[in-house]
């Protein structure tokens, strides 16, 4: 890794990466050839946690060529330099913000996208003239081994690197000099990573998760916000850091959004959704049994069934769930869906607001107001009103946490922002140098350079 990371250290300095016709250049590399890995991605995320082809191209491949040509249109216009306005007390002069590269880049990614996380930054990070290292999740070995044959087939290894691996290539990796980490995963590895950069003063970018909360109130459309609420929960078999983690039903509705939700599940997978093609497994036996716990004596509505030797876990809905219940302790990370009844809206909004702020919010409702008030008063990453998922895959927007839920963001322009310095320059003249502030600096100067700040 040393000698890896001297090639790329001398690599950036020579200053190739500064040109944009040079990044662009390795983009369009990476759009001509990702079409060649289209059947081996889909095949290997299959065969990591059996997740369906039809949801791989949506959330992983067809994001990436996405973004990709969202960069090849408008790196150039993104990479000039920024005119700012400059002031008086720098007259003559023009004021500029250069963006630049930060230099070598560690990307740390996860295994429930294990395509798209990787993939997805490391777009951004050579746009914005990076050296990268990618480090893809063991648990997703499959995709993990297709990523690294590609990319280190590729590219030179002094411009960018995968390296496969365990915990223990991670913490090998973070004692290492970075000028940037980018890490997506669990909030407790985000604290590691974020202790570890720290010790360097190194800058980083945490994307990690929460609890993310689906309000249904009154006035929402139930059989719309049934069948999208079902969607996103279980999509990638609900192993998503946005996925719907519980959802708050005003009690005038709870009865019928829990009716409407059973009947969508079937409607969706089956009458046995562990016969479904469309329905996806846990990642590990770790996983499994975790998420199996969460259950436990907890009121089923529908679903609870599992399969150790499948990893199978049944789309599930909990009823009549408390605040104080096991299940509403952790983020979930998996099919298991409590639905907590609420009278009025102040009193969830008070709950909501002593909790950890999440990653992403979901509001149904029809009422302007109800969703104003909502929206004024819930701090969150991110969110999507009368729907949920849908705003990760809009590259205009930025995607990100908060709070414990992580900080920085990316997607589209977010990600050059990111993986770039933004360098602040002052050009300045010759002609009229103002002699005011030179020494010595004698009382008739103090007076007016007084008199100049108010006048300014």
Not at 117 to 138: D, Q, T, W
Request: glycine share 6%; proline share 5%; charged share 20%.
């Amino acid at each position: 890794m040393d000698k890896i990371l001297e090639q790329q250290r001398r690599f950036f300095n020579q200053g190739l990466t500064r040109d944009v016709k040079f990044r662009l250049a390795q983009l369009k590399i990476l759009k001509k050839n990702l079409p060649l890995l289209e059947d081996q991605v889909l095949q290997a995320i299959k065969r990591d946690f059996g997740k369906p082809e039809f949801e791989s191209y949506i959330s992983e491949f067809g994001q990436i060529k996405k973004e990709i040509d969202f960069f090849i249109r408008h790196l150039r216009s993104w990479s000039r330099p920024e005119k700012r306005s400059s002031i008086l007390l720098n007259f003559p002069s023009f004021s500029e913000i250069r963006y630049e590269p930060y230099g070598l880049v560690l990307i740390i990614s996860p295994w429930n996208l294990p395509f798209h996380l990787a993939m997805l930054p490391l777009i951004g990070a050579l746009a914005a003239g990076n050296c990268v290292v990618l480090k893809p999740s063991e648990l997703s070995a499959n995709t993990s081994r297709v990523i690294a044959g590609f990319i280190n087939n590729l590219f030179d290894k002094s411009l960018v690197f995968v390296i496969e691996g365990g915990v223990e290539t991670s913490q090998m990796l973070l004692k290492e000099r970075w000028d940037y980490i980018f890490f997506t995963g669990s909030k407790a590895v985000g604290k590691i990573v974020a202790q570890q950069a720290a010790r360097n003063l190194i800058p980083c970018t945490l994307e990690l998760g929460g609890k993310s909360p689906v309000i249904v109130t009154a006035q929402a459309h139930l059989k719309n916000a049934a069948k999208r609420i079902v969607w996103a929960k279980f999509f990638t078999g609900g192993q998503t850091c946005i996925a719907p983690d519980f959802v708050l039903a005003h009690e005038s509705v709870y009865e019928n959004l829990l009716q409407e939700m059973k009947a969508v599940i079937t409607r969706f997978y089956g009458p046995d959704p562990s016969q479904s093609p469309d329905y996806s497994r846990i990642i590990n036996k770790h996983h499994w049994q975790r998420i199996k716990d969460l259950i436990g004596a907890a009121n089923v509505c529908c679903g609870g069934q599992t399969n150790p030797e499948q990893l199978y876990i049944a789309p599930t809905i909990l009823r009549d769930t408390n605040w104080s219940d096991p299940v509403m302790a952790e983020e979930i990370f998996g099919p298991v869906l409590p639905v907590i009844r609420y009278r009025e809206k102040d009193e969830i909004v008070a709950k909501l607001q002593q909790m950890e702020k999440p990653l992403a919010a979901y509001i149904f409702s029809e009422s302007a107001e109800e969703i104003e008030y909502f929206l004024k008063r819930l701090l969150f990453g991110g969110g999507v009103v009368n729907d949920a998922l849908v705003h990760y895959v809009n590259h205009h927007l930025p995607f990100g946490g908060v709070g414990q839920s992580g900080f920085g963001r990316y997607h589209g322009k977010e990600s050059f922002l990111t993986f770039s310095h933004a360098k602040a320059v002052v050009h300045r003249w010759r002609m009229f140098d103002l002699p005011l502030r030179y020494p010595p600096y004698t009382a008739v100067k103090f007076k007016f350079l007084k008199k100049l700040f108010d006048w300014l």
